[in-house]
């Protein structure tokens, strides 16, 4: 179940980020074809490049890129905490970045919604140029 909702979610999301971009451009008072292709472009590349850009930030995260700097702020809350807390959650690095990399979260349905809003917004302004 979980697997076809995430990507419904995100085409969702997509979009309504294109419709607020061809109405908040006024899509429907374009004076000319090439400006209408123009609308069209921006509307598909921005949520495009947003859920393509997010897809490879949590294929990063994936890669235990940010395991180091994740480690340090949590040392740092624990040093705020009582004793008897830090006795009860103590862990070492490797400890943490080995339970850090056991959760992988999914990421390719955000590449692959990402390049469907994408496609469209490159062939339109491929339109633009040439119209």
């Known amino acids: 179940m979980k697997s076809v909702l995430r990507p ?14 061809l ?9 000319s074809s090439r400006e209408t292709m123009r609308i069209l472009s921006d509307a598909f590349t921005v949520p495009g490049l947003v859920l393509l850009l997010c897809g490879l ?12 700097m994740g480690y340090a702020l949590k040392q740092l809350y624990m040093t705020m905490r009582s004793e008897k807390y830090r006795e009860e959650h103590k862990e070492s690095f490797s400890d943490y970045r080995e339970r850090k990399q056991s959760r992988k979260p999914p990421f390719l349905f955000l590449i692959v919604t990402g390049c469907v ?10 339109l633009y140029f040439f119209v």
């Open 23 to 31: 109405f908040g451009k006024g899509i429907l008072s374009a004076d």
């Open 117 to 126: 809003f994408l496609v469209p917004g490159i062939l339109f302004s491929i």
């Open 57 to 68: 930030f949590v294929w990063i995260l994936r890669q235990g890129t940010f395991s180091g």
């Open 8 to 21: 419904i979610i995100a085409a969702l999301c997509g979009t309504a980020v294109c419709a607020a971009i």
